[in-house]
C-alpha cells in the first residue's frame, strides 16, 4: 500500500516536522553572536534526532535554511553552509549507526558545492536505513516545491507523457521533491512565532499544529515529548466526522460516493 495514504491516528506521529526558530534570540539574549546560536542550534538538532528515534517517530523534517534565507547578511549565510556541511561530515557515522536515513528537500543548485557533496555522501551512504528518516530542507520552499513541481507536470504534459485530464492529487504529489514522503502529523514551531512560513504547505494540510515558546537552542526531549502529547489528545478528523452513521449515509440512494482522498 502507498504509504502516503496511511493516515496516522496513532498517538506517536509518524512524521513530525520543525521550523526551528529562534537561534538568533537565543543568542542576542546572552551578548553572543547570532553565529553561535546556530551552533546551539545545530546541537539540539542531533539530540531531538536521537530523541525521535527514541520514541518511534519515523520521519523528521527541519526547515534549516529556506528560500528566503539567502536574504539574510552573507556572512551568516556563509556561516550557515559551513556549518551544515561540518555538521553532515561529523554527526554522519553516529547517524548511520542510529539508522538514520538523510536525505536534503529543496533545490540543489543554488547550494555551494562542497555542501551538496557533503550532501549526496550522506544520501549514498545512509539511502537503505529505515529507522527514521531526517529530511533537511535547505534553499527549500512550499511555494517553490509546488512550482518546480507544476513546471514538470507542464512539461510532462506538452510532451505527451501524462494527461492533463488525469491529473489527480496522488498524481500531483508523484512530483513533489519526495514523492514518499508522508503527510505531516505534527508540525512544531518553537519561539513563540505562530506561523507555517511556506513550510511544506502540501504536506501539512491536516498537520497538528504545535507552537511553543522555547528558543529552537532550549527545545530538548521534554518539550518534544510535550508536543507528542498534545498531539495525541487532539482528534484528527481529516474532514469527516465521528458519526457511526457516516458510512449508511454515504451509501443511501442518490449520493456520490465517497471517494474523498484530500490528502495524498
Ligand atoms: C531560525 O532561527 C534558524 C535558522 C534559519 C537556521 C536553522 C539552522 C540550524 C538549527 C543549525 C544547523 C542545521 C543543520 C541542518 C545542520 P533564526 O536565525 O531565524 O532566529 P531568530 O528568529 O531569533 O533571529
Keep these: 500500500m502507498d504509504p502516503r495514504r496511511v493516515r496516522s491516528t496513532s498517538p506517536v506521529p509518524g512524521h513530525v516536522a520543525i521550523v526551528m526558530d529562534g537561534n538568533g534570540r537565543w ?5 553572543l553572536t547570532r553565529a553561535r546560536g546556530h551552533v546551539a542550534g545545530e546541537k539540539a538538532l542531533s539530540q531531538v534526532v536521537e530523541d525521535a528515534v527514541e520514541i518511534g517517530v519515523r ?3 527541519v526547515f534549516a535554511f529556506s528560500t528566503e534565507n539567502w536574504c539574510r547578511p552573507a556572512a551568516e549565510v556563509d556561516f550557515l553552509m559551513t556549518l551544515m556541511q561540518r555538521t553532515l561530515r561529523n554527526r554522519l557515522q553516529r547517524l548511520h549507526a542510529n539508522a538514520v536515513r538523510i536525505r536534503h528537500l529543496g ?3 543554488g547550494l555551494p558545492p ?3 557533496s557533503a550532501i549526496e555522501t550522506a544520501e549514498r551512504l545512509t539511502a537503505d536505513n529505515d529507522r527514521l528518516t531526517l529530511s533537511l530542507c535547505l534553499d527549500y520552499g512550499g511555494r517553490a516545491e509546488l512550482v518546480d513541481a507544476a513546471r514538470r507536470i507542464a512539461e510532462d504534459a506538452a510532451i505527451g507523457t501524462l494527461d492533463p485530464a488525469s491529473l489527480d492529487i496522488p498524481t500531483f504529489a508523484r512530483y513533489l521533491y519526495a514523492p514518499d514522503l508522508p503527510d505531516v502529523d ?3 514551531r518553537t519561539a513563540g512565532e505562530q506561523r507555517i512560513s511556506n513550510f511544506l504547505l502540501w504536506q501539512c494540510a491536516y498537520a497538528e499544529l504545535v507552537f511553543v515558546d522555547t528558543p529552537w537552542p532550549d527545545f530538548d526531549r521534554r518539550h518534544l515529548r510535550q508536543a507528542v502529547e498534545i498531539y495525541a489528545t487532539r482528534n484528527r ?3 469527516t466526522v465521528e458519526d457511526p452513521g457516516r458510512s ?3 451509501s443511501a440512494p442518490g449520493r456520490q ?3 474523498s482522498t484530500n490528502a495524498p
Design 114 to 116: 562542497t555542501l551538496v
Design 257 to 259: 460516493p465517497c471517494t
Design 186 to 188: 505534527l508540525f512544531i
Design 27 to 31: 543568542a542576542t539574549r546572552q551578548g
Design 59 to 61: 520521519h523528521l523534517t
Design 107 to 109: 533545490r540543489r543548485t
Design 248 to 250: 449508511a449515509a454515504r
Design 237 to 239: 478528523t481529516f474532514g
